[in-house]
């Protein structure tokens, strides 16, 4: 059976993706609440160049790059470039575009978390976060690719233009 077509994306297009990987104050669904700091000495070592953007948590499938990764007062903001030479990819931006695909998850070490108030499990203080990825599901239910401007609706921009999920689709270069 032949995989989604990709043919919407060219390997030289810039797909840029945009939106929260966590949210701070927020239960994911296995209880943890990240606390705000808790990814400031991780971003201070690493930076956002190496910290990977992958696809479901698979080390094996990386599919793009993240160019700026900082926290706010929401949380951990993340903005990237889906590698559209990559099979993998084109897959993704083609997916996203589709409206299949708007989760972000991230891959990281506790290292310092305390025991929250029931029904929460741990507060997160600091996290050594290793990668982003683009997910079906992800943990924390906010944690979703956004389009600037348009109030939170996932979407991603090609060739320095938004596109809305639904609607993305390749532009001439």
Known sequence: MAGPSTSA???????????????????????D????????????????RNIRML????????????NVIREDRNGLYAEGEIASGALAGREAAALIAAGALDGLSIGFRTKLAR????????????IDLWEIS?????MQEGARLRAPGEGGRSGALTNGRLGTVGSARALPN
Not at 21 to 28: C, E, I, T
Not at 33 to 48: K, Q
Not at 55 to 66: I, L, S, T
Not at 134 to 138: E, G, I, K
């Open 9 to 31: 994306f060219a390997a030289d297009q810039r797909v840029v993706i945009m939106g929260y990987a966590a949210l701070f104050g927020r239960p994911d669904l296995s209880g």
């Open 134 to 138: 683009l997910v079906s599901f992800p």
């Open 55 to 66: 696809w479901h948590h698979d080390p094996a499938r990386p599919v793009g790059r993240w």
């Open 115 to 126: 025991r929250a108030s029931p029904p929460h499990r741990r507060r997160l203080v600091t």
């Open 33 to 48: 609440i990240i606390e705000p700091g808790a990814f400031a000495a991780s971003l201070m070592t690493r930076g956002a």
